[in-house]
Nanobody, 126 residues
């Protein structure tokens, strides 16, 4: 499996922006589709965004479409989540995740992600 380290969380006012980053090590990063998930207090972890191995294809949860952008840099073994127009309901612990994939342009379903970062807290104040 690949090892993941999340960073970039913090406290921001509603309407503000944050950029989360995830550094990967241990295996060939470009063999993995990558994703971001989040878990708010008292709620189950939910999918936020995914990106294919090549970076060509992406997928977003409806709640974040148009506000969040996932990207990756295979040369640097990193994946990022740019979050704009943040809302208080975006408050959660955000987790980077990886899913091994045989397909370069495929964004896997959520049950395929099996490597996780430690999480980074995002708090949006109203």
């Amino acid at each position: 499996q690949v090892q993941l380290v999340d960073s970039g969380g913090g406290l921001v006012q509603a309407g503000g922006s944050l950029r989360l980053s995830c550094a990967a090590s241990g295996r060939t990063f470009s063999s993995y589709a990558m994703g971001w998930f989040r878990q708010a207090p008292g709620k189950e972890r939910e999918f936020v965004a995914g990106i294919s191995r090549s970076g060509r294809n992406t997928d977003y949860a409806d709640l974040v479409k148009g506000r969040f952008t996932i990207s990756r840099d295979n040369a640097k073994n990193t994946v990022s989540l740019q979050m704009n127009s943040l809302k208080p309901e975006d408050t959660a612990v955000y987790y980077c995740s990886a899913a091994y994939s045989d397909f370069v342009t495929y964004v896997p379903p959520v049950d395929k992600y099996d490597s996780w970062g430690q999480g980074t807290q995002v708090t949006v104040s109203s």
